[in-house]
């Protein structure tokens, strides 16, 4: 079983430090614009689209329309 999603609606918010981790942002549903405090590039995913983000700063991710998300740790 994999990890579970997060739903969010339309223009919403979520939000989550790096702390020198490393993470994947996997995009199930809808479409997500991301950014990491710092970074110089933005990425937008769709449905079945990751991307992997690591360092420090906060990441946020907005839904550009309603969305299912998931942010899993991964090994260093």
């Not at 994999?2 to 996997?26: I, N, Q």
Request: glycine share 10%.
């Amino acid at each position: 079983m994999g990890t579970p999603s997060t739903t969010l609606a339309s223009h919403a918010l979520a939000s989550e430090e790096l702390r020198g981790r490393t993470l994947e942002v996997r995009c199930d549903a809808g479409l997500l614009w991301v950014t990491v405090e710092g970074a110089p590039d933005d990425v937008l995913l769709r449905a079945g689209e990751c991307v992997m983000l690591s360092g420090r700063g906060l990441v946020v991710i907005e839904a550009l329309e309603r969305a299912e998300f998931a942010m899993v740790p991964k090994a260093a």
